[in-house]
T-cell receptor
Framework: DAGVIQSPRHEVTEMGQEVTLRCKPI?????LFWYRQTMMRGLELLIY????????DSGMPEDRFSAKMPNASFSTLKIQPSEPRDSAVYFC???????????FGSGTRLTVV | EDQVTQSPEALRLQEGESSSLNCSYT??????LFWYRQDPGKGPEFLFT???AGEEKEKERLKATLTKKESFLHITAPKPEDSATYLC?????????????FGKGTRLSVIA
């Protein structure tokens, strides 16, 4: 298995532009998590899905952030419009129903200028 | 509120100098405590899961232990390749897969 795949690896965009981050979870995993990592706040949960259904989006900072999971093999996190304070590394992770650890992707480093 | 506190924030060791990293937690119904390793520019990599007080797990030079309030990651005779950020996380109780709550990590540097 190729693991959790995120794209793009790096994104530089101007303030006000729309940004879309993509994630392909591990096949067979039924839970997907979006985290954001900054030096100040560490890893923070934004939203998570179980069986493609959003369960808790209370970590999404503002209405500018939205996430979808149209099927078991794909999820997107969209920021519209983007702001400089959104600059961070965004991670996607997936997990199955067993007791194994959550598997993280390599992350998307977002820079908003 | 579920919370994880890791100490120290940073640790510098000489090669072969053993030490321990601390993870203190408060959680509603602990389902598991997780340790991850994160290298610069990469995602966290799973190391261990501990489920109950008294449990211990080992992998090479690393050993994780768990009590009702904290976990320790013991590093025995570390090597430079053990340099990384080590993250601790708890999984609260609840139905289905509940999300992990992470500490801010300990940055470990092992000097040859």
């Amino acid at each position: 298995d190729a693991g959790v795949i995120q794209s793009p690896r790096h994104e530089v965009t101007e303030m006000g532009q729309e940004v879309t981050l993509r994630c392909k979870p591990i096949s067979g995993h039924n839970s997907l998590f979006w985290y954001r990592q900054t030096m100040m706040r560490g890893l923070e949960l934004l939203i998570y899905f179980n069986n493609n259904v959003p369960i808790d989006d209370s970590g999404m900072p503002e209405d500018r952030f939205s996430a979808k999971m149209p099927n078991a093999s794909f999820s997107t996190l969209k920021i519209q419009p983007s702001e400089p304070r959104d600059s961070a590394v965004y991670f996607c992770a997936s997990s199955g129903t067993g007791r194994a650890g959550y598997t993280f992707g390599s992350g998307t480093r977002l820079t908003v200028v | 509120e579920d919370q994880v506190t890791q100490s120290p924030e940073a640790l510098r060791l000489q090669e072969g100098e053993s030490s321990s990293l601390n993870c203190s937690y408060t959680v509603s119904g602990l389902r598991g405590l997780f340790w991850y390793r994160q290298d610069p520019g990469k995602g966290p990599e799973f190391l261990f899961t501990l489920y109950s007080a008294g449990e211990e797990k080992e992998k090479e030079r690393l050993k994780a232990t768990l009590t009702k309030k904290e976990s320790f990651l013991h590093i025995t005779a570390p090597k430079p390749e053990d340099s990384a950020t080590y993250l601790c996380a708890v999984q609260p109780g609840g139905s289905g897969n509940t999300p992990l709550v992470f500490g801010k990590g300990t940055r470990l540097s092992v000097i040859a």
